[in-house]
């Protein structure tokens, strides 16, 4: 997963339309996983493992933010946090809601100013 998270965001810009393709790429691969382990898992390691994969993309964003230069003030912020909202919607449409909150998420998100 750690890979997927990589690849969109590689190519991904702080930038309209929201969401993205890549942040729909990332949505699409956790939908698949989500599906794959259901019924398989028990919901403690299904919610751990969704814990973890969040932990993983917050790690990857704040390096791309850096790599754009994305401050958490401007115009870039916003689409960051509407591209962040449809990723904690997706996840609560998902029945993985309670995971981590937006923002929990974006604390230490943002590179230092």
Do not use: C
């Amino acid at each position: 997963m750690s890979d997927t998270l990589e690849r969109q965001l590689a190519t991904w810009e702080a930038r309209s339309p929201v969401p993205s393709s890549a942040f729909n790429g990332i949505l699409k691969a956790i939908t698949k996983l989500h599906e794959a382990i259901s019924g398989v898992l028990p919901p403690p390691q299904k919610y751990q493992l969704f814990e973890k994969i969040t932990a993983v993309l917050k790690e990857k964003l704040k390096i791309h933010l850096v790599r754009l230069n994305v401050s958490s003030v401007g115009p870039q912020s916003w689409v960051v946090t509407s591209e962040l909202t449809f990723y904690f919607n997706h996840l609560e449409g998902l029945g993985l809601n309670g995971l981590v909150t937006q923002e929990e998420f974006t604390t230490g998100l943002w590179p230092p100013r």
